[in-house]
């Protein structure tokens, strides 16, 4: 598991520098910001995969003694963009209402009901 799309790369270089077949498969559990991001999130954890019969190979490459997991990091302002998301739909509601009740009470003027 790598900690994001430049660290799976590397990684994935090195294997096949050593004659490996690897690559990089998305986790798919996107970090809280992710929406910000054209594309994808760079720092969104990635699993480097390599065939069964080449693991031990690998861990050679990779000068690893066993599988290693590495833990998930928290990044700073993680779980900001869900609030900033939550104040902007607020602000929105209340922009929409605003302009409802002037509409609403422009209608006689315009002709309307």
Same mark, same amino acid.
Request: hydrophobic fraction near 50%; aromatic fraction near 4%.
């Given at each position: 598991?790598?900690r994001g799309?430049?660290?799976?790369?590397?990684?994935v270089?090195?294997?096949?520098?050593?004659?490996?077949?690897?690559?990089v498969?998305?986790?798919?559990?996107?970090?809280?910001?992710?929406?910000?991001y054209?594309?994808?999130?760079?720092?969104?954890?990635?699993?480097?995969? &390599?065939?069964?019969?080449?693991?031990?190979?690998?861990?050679?490459a990779?000068?690893?003694?066993?599988?290693?997991e590495?833990?998930? &990091?928290?990044?700073?302002?993680?779980?900001r963009? &869900?609030r900033?998301?939550?104040?902007?739909?607020?602000?929105l509601?209340?922009?929409?209402?605003?302009l409802?009740?002037?509409?609403?009470d422009?209608?006689?003027?315009?002709?309307?009901?």
């Amino acid at each position: 598991m790598a900690r994001g799309e430049i660290e799976a790369e590397l990684i994935v270089g090195r294997l096949r520098d050593s004659g490996l077949d690897a690559r990089v498969v998305r986790d798919g559990k996107q970090s809280p910001g992710a929406w910000m991001y054209v594309g994808h999130d760079p720092f969104e954890p990635m699993t480097v995969m &390599v065939p069964e019969h080449e693991i031990d190979a690998a861990r050679e490459a990779l000068e690893l003694e066993e599988p290693v997991e590495v833990p998930a &990091v928290e990044r700073p302002g993680s779980g900001r963009g &869900v609030r900033v998301a939550l104040v902007a739909i607020v602000a929105l509601v209340l922009v929409a209402a605003l302009l409802r009740a002037q509409l609403t009470d422009a209608l006689p003027f315009l002709g309307g009901p």
